[in-house]
């Protein structure tokens, strides 16, 4: 046992709550997890810092510890597709669009735009919308959906994956 005061390293501390034996190669995370099912880890800061702790998720910090800091704006990938999965040997780095087609691929999302059974507009639709200078209400009414549909296609929220066409400048 360690004397009082004495601090075990985050790694230490980290690996004690990985499960090696896991299902398909995978090394789950029984610590805590976020409301996605990934795992969350809390490294302790030295006194005097500004928060006492800092959070990561889980298979970042395996990442991290295996192979460095995965680039800012770059994603972790799961081969496996489980969220407590921290083997570095079953992730990858990506965009968030490579982790999104995958996860269209593997059928762990629904199909966006026109492609959903339940969609009420085409992808024609999206761009009249935009184009349109009419208020939302009137196009609301026109198009069959709410108001707060036609605002959340103005603003990209939604349909962001249909692109408006280039317009290109006169020579």
Known sequence: MPK???????TELFWRRVNRDGPNGCWVWTGGRD?????????????????????????RYAWALTHG??????????????PR???PAHLSIGTT??????A?????????????IKAKLTSDDVLSIRASREIEAVLAVRYGVCLSTIYSIRVRRTWA??????VEEPA
């Open 97 to 102: 669009l490579d982790n999104n087609r995958d």
């Open 69 to 82: 800091s995965a680039p800012d704006g770059k994603v972790l990938m799961h081969s496996c597709d489980n």
């Open 161 to 166: 994956h249909v692109a408006d066409p280039k």
């Open 4 to 10: 009082a005061g004495s601090r075990r390293p985050p």
């Open 85 to 87: 999965c921290v083997n």
């Open 104 to 116: 269209f691929a593997k059928g762990r999302r629904r199909a966006a735009g026109e492609h959903n």
């Open 35 to 59: 409301p996605d099912g990934y795992g969350i880890f809390s490294e302790t800061l030295p006194p005097g810092s500004a928060r006492p702790t800092r959070s990561f998720r889980a298979h």
